[in-house]
Structures are given as C-alpha cells and as structure tokens.
C-alpha cells in the first residue's frame, strides 16, 4: 500500500529520511509531481526505472535546491550561471557535462557524459530537496508512455503500490514538464518546450537551436523525445473544428461557434463531456489544466477526444508538442 503524506514539516522531513534510505518517494514540483530517488545510488536509481515500468534507460533529471549545489556535480558553464540567475528555481533544466568523479549514478545518466540538473521552484520541493541532502533524481512520476500527473491522485492512478510514498501538496501549478536546455555543446540547444520559451532563453543567451539531433542521424539528442509519450488511452483527434456526439471535447476559448457534427452546439453537449483549458484563452491557465483535464476526459472512455486549436505562439507551442506526442501515441 501506497501511503500519502500531507506536507507538513514532519512529513517532508520522513519523507527525506526515506529518501536516504534508498526508497522511491513521488514528490511536488511546479510542473508536475516527480518520483524521486537518491540520485547517488545506483539501486535506488534504478528503482525508478522499475517503477515507471520504461522500457529503456533514458536519462533522468536530478533535482537540487540551487545552482550552487548543482555546480557540485556539474562542470561549470556560464549560460547556465546567467540563465539560473533568472530562472532558477523554476522550470528549466540544463544538459551539462559531468565533473570528473561525479557521485550523481551513471544511471542517472543513462550512461551519457552529460547530465539534466533542476531546481524546482515549489516551497515543498525546496524544503524536501534540503532536507534530503543528496540530489534526488526523478522523471515525472507515472508509468512510462502515459500522462504526467499534475496531482498525488494522478501518481497513485498511475503508479499504485509501486510508489512507497506519496508527498502531496495540491495541484502542479505549471502543469507542463520543465524546458530542457542542452548547454553541453558549441551552441545551446532546446530539447523540450516548457513555460520557460525560447524567447525567454535567447534574451539572455542569444541565439538557441531547437530540437538537436545526434550527428548525422535522424535520433533526437534527448532520449525522451521520442515520439511516443504522454499518451492517454483515449485517442485524441487535434484542432478540431466540429465534435460528434460520441466524442469528448476539450476546449480551449469561446465555445459558442463549435458545432455538433449533424447538427447542434458543443454547448448542448452534456456536462461531463466538455472539459475547457481556459474559456478566457490564456495560455498558462490552459497549461495548468492540460493533464489533468485529458486524465478527466480519458477516463470516461469516449470514441476519441476532439481538442480545439490552441495558438502555436508562447507556451501554446509546449502545449501544442506535448498534444502531438499525445496523439502520435
Ligand atoms: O518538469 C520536469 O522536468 C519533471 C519534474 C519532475 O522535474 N521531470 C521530468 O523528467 O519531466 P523526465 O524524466 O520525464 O524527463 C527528462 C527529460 C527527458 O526528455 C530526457 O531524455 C531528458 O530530460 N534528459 C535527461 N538527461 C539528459 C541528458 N543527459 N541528455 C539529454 N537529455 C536528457
Ligand atoms: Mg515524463
């Protein structure tokens, strides 16, 4: 049996201490709830791979409180200092070369000289993370392939007994998987659209590439770009212009002018069906909504779920990648 912490001191506290004794403990973070393991001990690490049930050893973040602490690990980079003088805490994690005798497990790396390094910016991420003392590496924390839980009942649908320990602090505010930034080579690179946008980086930075692939072939540099991901079982159907009454319909603005096919308005269609990212149309309540809304609407086993068209400008483009994934799958 799973058990669900509430986090108070006492329990954040417990749940370090389980940490440092190996075990596997899902925690709280801005954009979704991680599954945290010791990212200095092997077994631990490969615990969480168990645990997802991922098929392959695709490289995890590991999560520390500040740059300072993730300097420890990593060879120092100057894009990384100015960007985490900005952003950190927050959601955006760096690619950056492994210090010679790093303690961080190879695992953790997937057997890369690379490393993934973030400082969540959640008061309860924060306190844990400095109370276990070790960086903790965790992948969000669902069974591989499926959603990303944005709640502690997301992580116990997902993952049931296979997660020990569950830290829950309320809903992910940012709801999307941070920005993965590679800095490890000539040019910075963007491997994973998140709320911290391109625009965001190369204010700082200058000019970024995105979505690098490994020399000479069509394999994308981050392992966990793979097509295939974030799938719910329920087949998704994008920017649709019309839903059939057999269809759930997430939304996203004004829903007066969507059509029933054959006939009708969405807005005759029955509560429970309908599910809308932001009747205002901003993009960060969309974000915000956008796992646990698709969770919602997946367990009610429509035909398929017809999303609206979301504008492909600021975090649009994170939610419009994670909904092509989604649908890929
Ligand atoms: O918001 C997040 O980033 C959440 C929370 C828990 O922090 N974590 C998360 O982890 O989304 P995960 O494992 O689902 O995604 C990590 C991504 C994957 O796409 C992985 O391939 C990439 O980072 N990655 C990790 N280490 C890498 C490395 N050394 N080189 C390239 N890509 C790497
Ligand atoms: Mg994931």
């Given at each position: 049996m799973s058990q669900i912490l509430p986090a108070t001191d006492?329990?954040?506290?417990?749940?370090?201490?389980e940490i440092k004794s190996g075990q596997l403990v899902?925690?709280?973070?801005?954009?979704?709830?991680?599954?945290?393991?010791?990212?200095?001990?092997?077994?631990?690490?490969?615990?969480?791979?168990?645990?997802?049930?991922?098929p392959d050893f695709n490289p995890l973040i590991s999560h520390v409180p500040d740059f300072k602490t993730a300097m420890k690990y990593a060879v120092h980079n100057s894009w990384a200092e100015v960007l985490a003088q900005v952003f950190w805490p927050g959601p955006l994690t760096f690619i950056l070369k492994r210090?010679?005798?790093?303690?961080?497990?190879?695992?953790?790396?997937?057997?890369?000289?690379?490393l993934a390094l973030r400082a969540p910016e959640h008061p309860t991420a924060q306190t844990f993370l400095k109370a276990c003392m070790t960086p903790v590496a965790a992948p969000s924390a669902n069974r591989s392939g499926s959603l990303s839980p944005t709640t502690p009942q997301h992580v116990l649908q997902s993952l049931g007994d296979n997660v020990p320990t569950i830290l829950a602090d309320g809903m992910s505010e940012v709801g999307l998987e941070s920005t993965v930034i590679d800095l490890s080579g000539d040019t910075p690179c963007l491997l994973r659209h998140g709320a911290i946008t391109q625009e965001d980086i190369e204010e700082l930075v200058g000019p970024i590439s995105v979505s690098c692939h490994i020399e000479g072939t069509d394999a994308p540099k981050s392992p966990g770009q793979l097509l295939k991901h974030y799938a719910p079982n329920t087949p998704l159907r994008l920017n649709a212009v019309d839903v059939s009454s057999d269809e759930a319909l997430l939304g996203?603005?004004?829903?007066?002018?969507?059509g029933i096919t054959g006939g009708g308005f969405a807005t005759d269609l029955s509560q429970d069906q309908v599910l809308n990212l932001s009747p205002t149309g901003?993009?960060?309540?969309?974000?915000?909504?956008?796992?646990?809304?698709?969770?919602?609407?997946?367990?009610?086993?429509?035909?398929?779920?017809?999303?609206?068209?979301?504008?492909?400008t600021g975090l649009g483009i994170a939610i419009n990648d994670r909904l092509i994934r989604a649908a890929k799958a």
């Open positions: 006492v329990n954040i506290q417990a749940a370090a201490t899902a925690f709280p973070t801005e954009t979704v709830y991680g599954l945290g393991a010791d990212a200095t001990n092997d077994t631990a690490v490969a615990s969480i791979f168990a645990a997802k049930m991922r210090k010679t005798n790093c303690a961080i497990s190879k695992l953790a790396s997937a057997g890369l000289d690379t996203f603005g004004n829903l007066k002018f969507m901003d993009l960060n309540e969309a974000a915000g909504n956008l796992f646990a809304m698709l969770h919602k609407l997946d367990l009610l086993k429509f035909k398929s779920i017809a999303v609206m068209n979301i504008p492909n």
